[in-house]
């Protein structure tokens, strides 16, 4: 945690995976974030992964560091409580949908500066997930084994949701920087397609296809355009390779002592990989092939110690179970920390990603019970009495974890 945005307040009213991610990211860097959900919970607050006692564990860590507000948003006076809230503030992270009470049309008539930032499934309005738009910009038929044919394979991580939660918090504080600049506030959107199809976009794909006429193949585990792919060791540990940079070849070849039989490869080919990544693909077969045989001669700590001393680029596979318990990715690591937890379990919480050398980093700060904070909240920005929010609690209207 970190406290460079600390005189942010930003409300969120959002659900599943990439609006909550803005909303954690600005929090972790210290913006005080209000997450305004229906009395009782939305349609995520028992997603899974469940604990034992029905805990969602997925809703516990995409909500450390915020605040909590519990409204009954299916009536007129819960709905007007909450755009007061975003009035109030001036800053609006969702993912609800572009007309209703929380348009942004409606909610400038309260507050004409207000930054609403909008995450969409389509720019049209339509629903989308992040396997939706995975599935429609050709991923799937790019992920899996070389020989599977025309079967789709999906991936897991959810990446499209969370490319655009980070999104999302940029552009939050790139308009944020413009009403300080010009006192104009706007409403952003942000289609999840959209970011899946631009980001692959970025990545040359769209242009690949276009130009060449034919879909890139599958490859398996072999990394396209640069030497990279799975090898197993004398012990049966397998390890990712690559050398994508001059460096990471000459030290690959220097730990594995095959520079002869990579000098016979490049003169049989008239090439030279030492520079060029490319090649290094381009005639991956015979290199795999020497690859596969070198660290078959080695010994997994044997192999990691001598990679490490070279500055070579690997990585083990481990299970999730196998990183969990790795000392160096999670429990020494001081991106993670412990945290009071909702669940009551103990484990491992994230906190902020970034690195920032000058500053000291806060422990993670743990996620809220719902509704834990609507009577603070309501008092310090609405500035309601106790007896305001006595009679809103009888109607049903507000309700305190």
């Not at 025309?150 to 413009?178: C, E, I, K, M």
């Amino acid at each position: 945690m970190y406290s460079l945005l600390k005189n942010l307040t930003i409300i969120e009213a959002s659900s599943f995976v990439a609006s909550p991610t803005a909303g954690l990211y600005l929090a972790q860097m210290g913006a005080k974030v209000i997450r305004v959900d229906q009395i009782g919970g939305g349609p995520d607050y028992k997603r899974w992964p469940l604990t034992l006692s029905g805990d969602s564990l997925y809703w516990e860590n995409l909500n450390r560091a915020k605040k909590s507000v519990a409204l009954d948003l299916a009536k007129p006076e819960g709905r007007a409580l909450l755009q007061d809230l975003i009035a109030k503030t001036g800053l609006f992270v969702t993912n609800f949908p572009v007309d209703g009470f929380l348009s942004h049309e409606k909610l400038t008539a309260k507050r004409p500066d207000l930054i609403t930032v909008r995450i969409m499934g389509q720019a049209d309005g339509s629903s989308a997930l992040d396997y939706t738009v995975n599935s429609a910009i050709g991923i799937p038929f790019m992920t899996g084994p070389a020989d599977l044919g025309w079967q789709p394979v999906n991936h897991v991580l959810a990446a499209w949701d969370l490319l655009t939660g980070a999104y999302a918090s940029f552009a939050l504080l790139a308009a944020l920087r413009h009403r300080d600049a010009t006192g104009e506030g706007q409403e952003v959107r942000i289609p999840l397609q959209d970011v899946a199809t631009a980001s692959v976009a970025n990545m040359g794909m769209i242009a690949e296809v276009l130009t060449t006429g034919a879909n890139r193949p599958r490859l398996g585990n072999d990394v396209y355009g640069a030497f990279g792919r799975d090898f197993v060791t004398a012990d049966g540990k397998r390890v990712m390779i690559m050398a994508i940079t001059p460096k990471q070849w000459a030290g690959l070849v220097k730990v594995l002592r095959m520079a002869p039989e990579v000098a016979i490869l490049e003169a049989a080919h008239g090439v030279s990989f030492a520079r060029d990544e490319g090649l290094r693909f381009t005639y991956r077969a015979g290199l795999f092939a020497l690859v596969e045989a070198k660290v078959k001669e080695w010994r997994w700590l044997d192999l990691d110690a001598a990679f490490f001393a070279a500055g070579c680029c690997y990585g083990p596979y481990q299970t999730m179970l196998d990183a969990a318990l790795d000392r160096d990715l999670v429990r020494d690591n001081p991106v993670f920390g412990d945290s009071e937890n909702p669940s009551g379990l103990s484990y491992p919480a994230a906190g902020s990603f970034a690195t920032i050398p000058q500053l000291d980093r806060a422990p993670p700060e743990p996620a809220p019970g719902l509704g834990q904070h609507t009577d603070q909240t309501l008092t310090d920005l609405l500035k309601l009495s106790d007896t305001e929010i006595a009679a809103l609690k009888s109607q049903g209207l507000v309700s305190q974890a």
